[in-house]
Every structure is written in C-alpha cells, then in structure tokens.
T-cell receptor
Framework: SQQGEEDPQALSIQEGENATMNCSYK?????LQWYRQNSGRGLVHLIL?????REKHSGRLRVTLDTSKKSSSLLITASRAADTASYFC???????????FGGGTRLMVKP | GAGVSQSPSNKVTEKGKDVELRCDPI?????LYWYRQRLGQGLEFLIY????????KSGLPSDRFSAERTGESVSTLTIQRTQQEDSAVYLC??????????FGAGTRLSVL
C-alpha cells in the first residue's frame, strides 16, 4: 500500500516559475526521499531529508519536512522544460529498509 | 556496470504464458528490490533481498509471482500464467547507503 500521497497529482507551469509539490505520510519515518521519473521508466534519487532535519537544499531543489504534520514539500525554483517529469516522495520507516512510494506528481514545464 | 541493468526492456506475451525478467544490480550493492508500477500510478513493492538473508516476499500479489537472487548478483522475477492485470512496468533497484535506491530502466510487460 502507498503511504505517501502527493499533492497535486498534476501541475503545469511556465518555464522560470517555481513548482511546489507536497507529500503527506502516515507513520513515523527515518527519512523521506524525493525521486524523479522520466517517461515511466527508472527513478532517479534527488534528495534525502532525515527525520531530525527540517529543510535541505540541493541546487534548485528545496525540501522541507514537518514531522509533526507528517508532511514534506519539494520546491523546484526557476523551472526548466527539462524538469518535466513525475516526482515521487518515498518514506523510509522502520520496516527493514523498505521505501514506501506515493502516487507521484506529474509536472509539466512549458517552454 | 555503471548502473542497474534490466532486461528485456519490453516484453509482450500472451495470457497464460510464463515470463522471466532479469535485473543486474550495481556491483557491491547488497540489497535488491523489485517494484511494479501500473500506468500513471506509484510504485508497488514486490520483494526485497538483503545479502544471504531470507527475502521479504510480503509484496508479491499472488503465488504466480516468484523471484530469486544468487548471492549479491543477478535477480530474476518470474510471473507464471500471466494475466492481463500483470501488465505494468517492473522496476528493479539496488541500494547502497541510507536506503537511497538506484533504479534500472524497467521492463515494460504487456500481456495480450
């Protein structure tokens, strides 16, 4: 079953705008990760935030984590057409190094 | 190799036939995972191998699904008597540290 739920399910923006995606989860976690998927194929790891961290940056990516609300957000600044992809959050709980993936947000960045 | 390799990249089969999907993990990665992804949906965990420990098969949807892994190398996922509902992309991932998973490009299975 999917623990994470992404919001929105789909997002369409213009190049240069910022894109924000949200993820909610249900149980306690060790860390939360964001992955990107192009064209329904393999996922690529973007960023990991640990349960004791509140914010993390990597290039144009900014991730926040609020464990009290069991939610995370992924912000992509100054988006580019090449950012068009599906983005998934994945939670790493206490169940033997499993990752539980959400349903994803499909992002389209129009040039 | 440089990344996780899966083969075949596409497989079309007839209902009732058996299929075997292959995954070559990144060398040195002790953990290997299989996931299923239906069109437009998230990833559904199938099975997890960790070293020589007994695999976690809790995600396998039926007894038609099975997987093997020899040591820390190649894994095969076998689906017997395929059904149309088995049509999906099957993704393999291997893990290094902190459960960051490295994915293959997947096998797109179409059951006619």
């Amino acid at each position: 079953s999917q623990q994470g739920e992404e919001d929105p399910q789909a997002l369409s923006i213009q190049e240069g705008e910022n894109a924000t995606m949200n993820c909610s989860y249900k149980t306690s976690i060790n860390n939360l990760q964001w992955y990107r998927q192009n064209s329904g194929r393999g996922l690529v790891h973007l960023i990991l935030i640990r349960s004791n961290e509140r914010e993390k940056h990597s290039g144009r990516l900014r991730v926040t984590l609020d464990t009290s609300k069991k939610s995370s957000s992924l912000l992509i600044t100054a988006s580019r057409a090449a950012d068009t992809a599906s983005y998934f959050c994945a939670t790493d709980g206490n169940a033997g190094n499993m990752l539980t993936f959400g349903g994803g947000t499909r992002l389209m960045v129009k040039p | 190799g440089a990344g996780v390799s899966q083969s075949p990249s596409n497989k079309v089969t007839e209902k009732g036939k058996d299929v075997e999907l292959r995954c070559d993990p990144i060398s040195g990665h002790t953990a290997l995972y299989w996931y299923r992804q239906r069109l437009g949906q998230g990833l559904e965990f199938l099975i997890y191998f960790q070293g020589n420990s007994a695999p976690d098969k809790s995600g396998l949807p039926s007894d038609r699904f099975s997987a093997e892994r020899t040591g820390e190398s190649v894994s095969t996922l076998t689906i017997q008597r395929t059904q149309q509902e088995d049509s999906a992309v099957y993704l393999c991932a291997s893990r290094r540290v902190e459960n960051i998973q490295y994915f293959g490009a997947g096998t797109r299975l179409s059951v006619l």
